[in-house]
């Protein structure tokens, strides 16, 4: 018995054919609406994650700024500057960690339960914890 490669194509063409006649186009129109993301949700979507980072990078950068933050960076022999140029090169997720730290720094501290002392390690962790990722990287 010898392989026909002409029959064979054409047996494959038909089944292929068979089956885009068979399933219905509005079905397949279906699914394919159904996966497709509009222009105007992506939009929102990269529109809230850029706000997001450019919030958690002024809580940052507002938290380093305090005349504290300066005077226990430079007592930790750590260039102020520096480390809210590293800021910039955080990932989102670690930006966001690290807002949250400070947010949660300058609360405590706000009401009372931080000492000045407890507050400048927090600075200087902070600004160690961005100058190691940055490095890292």
Do not use: Y
Not at 43 to 48: E, F, L, M, P, Y
Not at 93 to 107: K, N, P
Not at 115 to 120: C, M, T
Request: glycine letters at 2%; aromatic letters at 4%.
């Amino acid at each position: 018995m010898n392989f026909d490669f002409k029959q064979a194509v054409r047996i494959v063409t038909a089944c292929l054919l068979a089956t885009i006649f068979a399933v219905p186009q509005n079905l397949v129109a279906q699914a394919v609406a159904a996966h497709v993301v509009s222009p105007a949700d992506l939009h929102k979507a990269a529109v809230s994650v850029t706000q997001s980072r450019q919030h958690n990078q002024q809580t940052i950068e507002s938290f380093l700024s305090s005349e504290k933050a300066v005077k226990a960076l430079k007592a930790a022999h750590m260039d102020p500057q520096e480390v809210k140029t590293a800021v910039a090169s955080l990932s989102d997720t670690e930006l966001a960690q690290m807002a949250a730290r400070a947010d949660g720094a300058q609360a405590n501290f706000a009401a009372g339960d931080l000492s000045d002392r407890d507050l400048i390690w927090i600075i200087v962790g902070i600004a160690a914890l961005i100058l190691i990722i940055v490095a890292v990287r």
